[in-house]
């Protein structure tokens, strides 16, 4: 016959799989928004010639708004606000 304890750690362990599992899923859409915002500031920076500089700022608004976060950017750049 099952325990308490027994049945109380599978709920626990099918919990912690579940918010590991949604960790995972956001990081995985993090790496992949950053990649490409990052990839079209360089191509801006290429083609453009903007000089902007990868700090850690312009990686974090890649990395949440992908390549609207680099357009962002960019514009920002233009009107001379920031970087």
């Known amino acids: 016959m099952v325990g308490l304890l027994e049945l109380s750690v599978l709920v626990l362990a099918i919990i912690a799989a579940v918010i590991l599992y949604k960790i995972l899923k956001t990081i995985k859409n ?10 079209l500031l360089f191509l801006a920076n ?3 010639g903007l000089e902007i500089a990868y700090s850690w700022i312009v990686i974090l ?5 992908g390549a609207f976060g680099a357009i962002l ?3 920002l750049h233009y ?3 920031a970087f």
């Open 30 to 39: 993090m790496v992949v928004n950053t990649v490409v915002g990052l990839i």
């Open 46 to 48: 290429l083609v453009l």
């Open 61 to 65: 608004i890649c990395a949440i708004g």
């Open 73 to 75: 950017v960019i514009v």
């Open 79 to 81: 009107l001379g606000i």
